[in-house]
């Protein structure tokens, strides 16, 4: 085949490629005012490193991934097909069913805090149905529209640079651009390469953001939240990064409840013998062992009080604040000192004791859930528990302590909505969602039917099987890690203005 200069194949090729080259620069164009939204969707950077950082990766790798799409895709068809007509209208296809693509992505990080995966598969295809079925008709022809206008776009732009070609080629705006996006792409690697070996958060904490970009560890993951302790994370470093400060904002609002069943007993038991554990048994009390709880004491009582992570534990006990839901529903608790504060009365609606010994209790008894003090050095553990609350019965899979005040309020008292608004556990009786969790000794708990996920301050992170009790070599789920820490962080938040 003969490809000298003078070849019209050669021609056409060369036209086709300088063609190729300006069709890219318009689709950076709109590539980088589409990932824009990737950017808003993070915390903003806290230094003036970290927002350079962010501007130089923004322009160099949006265009660098943008430029590899057309290396891979339409370079090949200019010198395979080169058919002037035909590769235009291929270009243009090719480039809407990319930015359509990083559309979708850009919508799933924006709402979820990460990009499309297979592992959160259901979580996103979850999203869109709800996304479509709010409004079918009106949504619908939303995206219609976006993916037509797209299509619009790169025929325009396509057809416009091939018919002033010879214009475009005299101008230097290659050459400039160019230079700028290579010169950003080497500096935002090198400004990468020093932050991950100084421990320098603000640039690490942009680590997959952006599309095909660093993938996220554990230690990015919990900076990006303001979970990392960065002091224990690096002792020699002489930051004056303190402990994050947490404030509980509850709802607005409450719903009232009607509380119109029978009181519920919760008892707190140190340890309980083997002849009561057979009486309990032989009434046909629900028994398990797979009731998650952290082994600090104050962490483990707190859970069970507030129905909320220790992560709020702080605030709450520092002002003496009793749950938010004991305005609706009325709480005592007794043997119990560092909760005094909430009071101890006969009529209340759910009653919380502690117990040296056996409690006494009946075939008659109301209501009521036995949950033996966890004993055990570590973080987390698992302990056993005994009830006659229906909504526990026959539950043989992983819960967490904050779930059994929700289950009580949601199931017992028929009050789901003042549960959901105010704590943070599911109801065991209809969550199909075996999933929660917890913050205590500083690590960051999640777990996800069988799997629990530990993430201590300083970065490091093991997981584990509940049942077994062995180490799991897995990778991480950082898409379920994203959700639990956005659960974790629901009251987090400041109050809406008036």
Partial sequence: MNLSSHSPFSSKASQLLSWG????????????LITLSYLAADKAPTTTLGWLYMLVTWLSHTSFITFCVFVLSIFPLSLIFPYPRHIRGMAACVATLGITVLSVDAFVYFQLGYHLNIQALP??????????????????????????????????????????????????????ASTILVTCFASSHIMHIWADANSYFDITMQDNVLPLSYPTTAKTLLARHELLDMQKYNQARSLNVGPNEVSYHPPASLSSCPAQNAPVNLYIVKTLSEQTEASLLQLGWHRSEQLLVPTLTEDFRFNLLYGLPAYYKQPLMENRTPPVWSSRLSLSVSGLPKFDYIGATTNADIRVSYHEQDPVFSEQSPPLMLIVEPNSSDTITTTRFYTNIKAFEGYSEL??????????????????????????????ATDT??????????????????????????????????????????????????????????FNRAPAAK
């Fill in 399 to 428: 819960f967490q302590i904050s779930d059994v005040l929700t289950t009580i309020m949601a199931d017992h008292f028929q009050c789901g909505t003042l549960a959901a608004a105010s704590t943070l556990g599911n109801n065991i």
């Fill in 21 to 32: 080259h300006w069709f890219t620069f318009a689709n950076i164009g709109l590539v980088l």
């Fill in 433 to 490: 969602l075996n999933e929660g969790v917890n913050y205590s000794r500083g690590v960051l708990v999640a777990y996800k039917k069988d799997r629990i996920t530990l993430i201590a301050q300083d970065g490091s992170y093991k997981q584990l099987s509940a049942k077994e009790g062995f180490t799991l070599d897995q990778k991480l789920d950082v898409p379920f890690l994203i959700q639990s820490i956005k659960r974790l962080k629901q």
């Fill in 123 to 176: 979580e996103i295809l979850s999203l869109f149905w709800k996304t479509i079925s709010s409004s079918p008709a009106v949504n619908s022809l939303i995206v219609l529209a976006m993916i037509a206008a797209i299509l619009g776009f790169e025929l325009i732009v396509g057809n416009h640079a091939w018919r002033h070609l010879e214009r475009l080629k005299g101008y230097a705006f290659p050459k400039f």
